[in-house]
Nanobody
Framework: QVQLVESGGGLVQPGGSLRLSCAAS????????MAWYRRAPGKQRERVAL???????TYADSVKGRFTISRDNAKNTVYLQMNGLNPEDTALYYC???????????????WGQGTQVTVSS
């Protein structure tokens, strides 16, 4: 089993910045892809950013140039640096990872519980 815990969300004014963190715990052989998703009220879940085990990144068009995804493999943690936030970024942000467990060598995708980001004056 793999558990993911997000942190760093909160209330920020338009134009402000936040840094989200997602720490993975459990016995793992490896963590492969790591990603951030978000869901705003009345909207479908959207993949915001993804980073591969090799460090390649992809971003949703809506956040390109403003958000940066990164990872610290020693800490089993993925980050999302969010700059230039606007009200349209308000959503519940989830991290998602593909990991291989050490006990069963099962490779699966795991979700965190989410952290709320609210951008408002």
């Amino acid at each position: 089993q793999v558990q993911l815990v997000e942190s760093g969300g909160g209330l920020v004014q338009p134009g402000g910045s936040l840094r989200l963190s997602c720490a993975a715990s459990g016995s793992m052989v490896s963590i492969n892809e790591m990603a951030w998703y978000r869901r705003a009220p009345g909207k479908q879940r959207e993949r915001v950013a993804l980073i591969t085990s090799g460090g390649s990144t992809t971003y949703a068009d809506s956040v390109k140039g403003r958000f940066t995804i990164s990872r610290d493999n020693a800490k089993n943690t993925v980050y999302l640096q969010m700059n230039g936030l606007n009200p349209e970024d308000t959503a519940l942000y989830y991290c998602n990872v593909e990991a291989t467990t050490a006990t069963t060598y099962y490779t699966g995708r795991y979700w965190g519980q989410g952290t709320q980001v609210t951008v408002s004056s």
